[in-house]
């Protein structure tokens, strides 16, 4: 056994702070943390492969020399970018792995208690609209137009069955909104009865239809759990393609709320990227160099927009383009060894740089928009309890204003999500 990084992580049992360990074991990676009331725990890291761990520590700063303070279980900086926004309490839904389990008895903010909190955040460039689902708000639409009418970015997260509506999707266009986030779990019937209780494809199929017919930009959120729908990572891929899907979130089973006493059925994020790379026939190497290029572009617009640059993910992403016998990474393209060779140099300059970021990063939005073959696919594991890791969180991206603490808190979605 070697160990890799000391850290701190929670008890699964009483929720408090302890110690823990991050160890390799015949080429595996665990997390073990001892809490003195209930125990030992060992849970296997959202890096569990070894290989794909060290050479992601050579892009990002995985092994911490000092643990990580309690404090950064909320992010205090306030750098972010985007926040989730605590929107609604309700669901049209009553799905088996629902995170968030019971939903009574819970306040849900009116529409000036929601808008309050964001006009305290000036800082504030972006705010997804999510918690449960967005859309059984009546006022959704006219809260869309004042969060637009304050210089946001505002995006929906929703799992889509309201906008197999075309009437209500065109009003959703009409909000102003910039992009819609739909979960989609697969093109068969199967992972819809494992995962939402009922058969939501013909529905989410519509609704992807509508997004495309009124012109909604719009990504997948494709939701994994082994044995039910991992063996379609590839024909999704197919559809994005077909559908000139431009982002796609491949994440695993969260083990959580109501899915929390599920024996199995979680992925690790490592495990999702080999899974990926057999279907896709795309090397873990060529996700790696994908993975630099999102580094370098990551931290250059963080530095240009004076923000906190991250140094540790939980996630890997890959750009995908189409050939004639399926598909292969951009890293294989001459324009992508370009771009990082041009982005590497421009790290390298970036203080002289600094004084024409505004155009720079104009330039970069108008060169992603030339990219419409390319598909930029994120294969994540949200931390659970049997695996959470704080040095992983004080870099964490997906934030969310939890109006439920007494301050308004921003903190981690893992830890949210954990009701941490």
Not at 237 to 254: A, E, G
Not at 338 to 353: G, N, P, V, Y
Request: charged residues 30%.
């Amino acid at each position: 056994m070697k160990i890799l990084k000391s850290t701190l992580s929670i008890c699964p049992k009483c929720r408090i702070v302890v110690n823990a360990n991050v160890f390799e074991k015949k080429n595996e990676v665990f997390i073990t943390k001892n809490c003195e009331k209930h125990g030992r725990f060992v849970g296997k890291y959202v890096w569990s492969d070894y290989n794909i761990y060290k050479e992601l520590g050579k892009i990002y700063k995985l092994n911490s020399k000092d643990k990580p303070n309690t404090e950064s279980k909320y992010v205090r900086d306030n750098s972010f970018f985007e926040l989730i926004l605590p929107f609604t309490q309700k669901c049209n839904l009553n799905c088996p792995i629902c995170f968030v389990g019971s939903r009574k008895n819970i306040k849900e903010l009116n529409q000036r208690e929601l808008l309050k909190l964001v006009e305290q955040k000036p800082e504030l460039k972006s705010v997804a609209l999510s918690e449960m689902e967005p859309t059984t708000r009546k006022d959704l639409v006219q809260i869309i137009k004042k969060l637009k009418k304050m210089n946001l970015n505002v995006s929906l997260i929703t799992n889509g069955v309201k906008l197999s509506d075309l009437d209500y999707a065109k009003k959703i266009k009409e909000s102003g909104i910039d992009e819609v986030a739909v979960s989609f779990d697969g093109l068969t019937k199967k992972p819809y009865m494992v995962l939402r209780g009922q058969n939501l494809l013909e529905k989410k199929l519509m609704a992807i239809d509508n997004l495309k017919k009124i012109g909604i930009p719009f990504r997948l959120s494709f939701t994994l759990m082994k044995g039910v729908n991992d063996d379609q990572i590839g024909d999704i891929i197919d559809f994005c393609f077909k559908n000139n899907v431009k982002r796609l979130t491949i994440s695993s089973l969260f083990y959580g709320g109501k899915a929390r006493n599920l024996k199995s059925g979680a992925m690790t994020t490592s495990e999702i990227v080999k899974e990926f790379s057999q279907q896709c026939n795309v090397s873990v190497n060529d996700i790696l160099e994908c993975c630099k290029k999102r580094y370098l572009e990551m931290q250059l617009y963080h530095f240009f927009n004076g923000m906190k640059t991250r140094e540790k993910i939980c996630g890997m992403s890959c750009y995908l383009t189409q050939k004639e016998n399926g598909y292969q990474s951009l890293n294989k393209t001459f324009k992508f060894k370009l771009d990082l060779t041009l982005l590497a140099m421009a790290w390298k300059t970036r203080k002289i740089l600094y004084p024409f970021r505004r155009s720079l990063i104009k330039l970069n939005r108008t060169r992603k928009l030339i990219d419409k073959k390319v598909l930029d696919v994120l294969m994540l594991r949200h931390m659970d309890l049997s695996n959470l890791d704080f040095d992983l969180i004080e870099d964490c991206s997906t934030l969310v204003l939890n109006s439920k603490s007494k301050e308004d808190t921003i903190t981690s979605y893992c830890l949210f999500v954990n009701s941490i």
